[in-house]
Nanobody, 123 residues
Framework: VQLQASGGGLVQAGDSLRLSCTPP????????MGWFRQEPGEEREFVAA????????KYAESVKDRFTISRDNTKNMVYLQMNSLRPEDTAVYYC?????????????????WGQGTLVTVSS
């Protein structure tokens, strides 16, 4: 499954962005999805995950109450709504799919990745 992430950009602290993820030409049916982020020279970090069909979500402590992961299974899309952005949220954000319906919290649990979209938050 090839995933395509979009929606990144340059914003100011306190602003919002919504990232989108879709698998062109295929389906996200019966797969759990996750968002991760990575800064240069750092490990890929878990941000949020959602089960299939969407009843369970998990968040990193650093984004809880600010970010919301959701999915629209009729449109084959997964979203990450990011509010109250901070400079420390600056990173390349990746969406990922795993071949199970339950959420995963580590990058190793995901089988398919998108190319990443850059989010830059200025102070």
């Amino acid at each position: 499954v090839q995933l395509q992430a979009s929606g990144g950009g340059l914003v100011q602290a306190g602003d919002s962005l919504r990232l989108s993820c879709t698998p062109p030409g295929t389906t996200l049916s019966r797969v759990a999805m996750g968002w991760f982020r990575q800064e240069p020279g750092e490990e890929r970090e878990f941000v949020a995950a959602i089960s299939w069909p969407g009843s369970r979500t998990k968040y990193a402590e650093s984004v809880k109450d600010r970010f919301t992961i959701s999915r629209d299974n009729t449109k084959n899309m997964v979203y990450l709504q990011m509010n109250s952005l901070r400079p420390e949220d600056t990173a390349v954000y990746y969406c990922a799919a795993r071949n199970y319906q339950t959420v995963g919290l580590t990058a190793q649990e995901y089988n398919h990745w998108g190319q990443g979209t850059l989010v830059t938050v200025s102070s």
